[in-house]
């Protein structure tokens, strides 16, 4: 089992409608959890970090965490047209280390 | 505009060759990261350096070598060039290694041929 999964995409949304992006991972002790995005043929930027069960929202985006289930997701609300990207999950796998997913790749359409 | 810079941008190698990757990191970070991204995948660890120290290391084989430098800057070797090394390594600068501190540099994309 890999460390960190994500759902295939791609995934294609209408502008303006609600982008949601979902990632399991498989350390149970795992704290804290990254969402980066990742342009194409750039480096990843994080967007969001969460380590507390529950929603962080930041601007159009939310992360959401539930530790008991070991998954932990990302909605962008409103989706725009710059929202397209690859988007990155990410899990510490020790104090120094993170573990990325594979991504997904969200297209926003006009 | 990062923080990091990475040197050069695109390389193209020949299998068997060696190559070196450049990595400057971010004012007052002093720890260096580095990651391969293969075509369609995440990121995946190499090594990390610490005040000039390997303080970790990723599933790959000892030809691939790092170094860092008294102002943090930091080096990537990957001797023997095999097709599968193609990818964007990517180096992150981070503040005593912290995770959620991590700034990417945008990356130096190696073909090899």
């Known amino acids: 089992q890999k460390e960190v999964e994500q759902n ?16 399991t991972y498989s350390d149970r002790g795992s704290q804290s959890f990254f969402w980066y995005r990742q342009y194409s043929g750039k480096s ?23 530790k008991a289930s070991q998954y932990v997701s990302l909605l962008i609300r409103d989706s725009q047209p710059s929202d397209s990207a690859t988007y990155l999950c990410a899990v510490p796998s020790n104090d120094y280390k993170l573990s990325f997913g594979a991504g997904t ?5 006009a | 505009e990062t923080g990091v810079t990475q040197s050069p941008t695109h390389l ?27 075509l ?5 660890f190499i090594f990390q350096y610490y005040r000039e120290e390997e303080n970790g290391r990723g599933n790959f084989p000892p030809r691939f070598s790092g170094l860092q430098f008294p102002n943090y800057s930091s080096e990537l070797n990957v001797n023997a060039l095999e097709l599968d090394d193609s990818a964007l390594y990517l180096c992150a600068s981070s503040s005593g290694g912290l995770l959620w501190d991590y700034t990417f540099g945008s990356g130096t994309r190696l073909t090899v041929v």
């Open chain 2, 40 to 44: 369609g995948q995440g990121p995946q």
């Open chain 1, 105 to 109: 790749t969200v297209t926003v359409r």
């Open chain 1, 8 to 23: 295939s995409g791609p995934l294609s949304v209408p502008e303006g409608a609600i982008a949601s992006l979902n990632c």
């Open chain 1, 44 to 66: 990843p930027e994080l967007i969001m970090f969460i380590y507390s069960n529950g929603d962080k929202e930041d601007g159009r985006f939310t992360a959401q965490l539930n």
């Open chain 2, 12 to 38: 193209i190698k020949t299998r068997g060759q060696q190559v070196t990757l450049r990595c400057s990191s971010q004012s007052g970070h002093n720890t260096v990261s580095w990651y391969q991204q293969a």
